[in-house]
């Protein structure tokens, strides 16, 4: 589970975001650091067994969104994230594929998965995959435990105009409008308090993985 003291560290770390408060912390953060970390690890045990794309060598470490800003391009020149993120696919944290994100942030924790903004290849070609084989996602997304989970495709990547080489008449033309593939569930934080935390996030991810199969088939990545 997440210790209550992780939540407690992200909150003051929000109200105190700056490098000295950060470095007289310090320890603080350790122990919430190897907390995620650990949390991490026993999520991977289990959705291993779920997917097997994951490296059986991937583990909690390697999953964890560094806390450190890029701040390099950005207005807000704040140092530090106020959450902890860890991501997992079959290339590891980030990686051009399909896979899975959970946001450890007090009051606005959530989990998500699918394929985020897909390079212009992997993009016609899941696409054309919709195009071809509308049923097979749609027996994924629209199953009443699909939706009573995620509701259904996030909708806030999409283009406003038809995307090149479709009707503007096509039967799933929403769907291909789409510029990002993912579904997200939001998480309180008593969810991730709880001894049942684990249990709570593989249910997701359970839910989750056919729709990170079906892309990566598109993508002729599995």
Do not use: C
């Amino acid at each position: 589970m997440i210790k209550k003291e992780t939540f407690h560290f992200l909150k003051d770390l929000a109200a105190n975001n700056d490098r000295d408060w950060f470095q007289e912390n310090k320890a603080r953060y350790e122990e919430a650091r190897q907390n995620v970390e650990d949390f991490s690890d026993e999520v991977l045990k289990e959705i291993k067994k779920i997917d097997p794309s994951i490296p059986s060598e991937f583990s909690g470490k390697k999953s964890m969104m560094r806390i450190y800003r890029d701040v390099r391009f950005s207005k807000n020149k704040l140092p530090y994230k106020n959450n902890f993120g860890i991501g997992i696919s079959s290339s590891g944290k980030g990686g051009d594929t399909p896979g899975y994100y959970i946001q450890i942030q007090p009051g606005q924790s959530f989990i998500a998965g699918g394929y985020w903004m897909p390079e212009a290849d992997h993009l016609k070609s899941i696409r054309q995959e919709i195009d071809y084989n509308t049923q097979d996602l749609l027996k994924i997304i629209e199953t009443k435990e699909f939706t009573a989970h995620f509701g259904g495709l996030s909708q806030e990547d999409k283009l406003k105009t038809t995307p090149k080489g479709y009707d503007a008449e096509h039967e799933h033309i929403e769907l291909l409008r789409l510029k990002s593939f993912t579904v997200s569930e939001k998480l309180k934080d008593s969810d991730l308090n709880s001894s049942k935390a684990i249990e709570t996030i593989v249910e997701s991810l359970k839910l989750i993985n056919p729709l990170t199969v079906f892309l990566k088939q598109a993508i002729g990545n599995y």
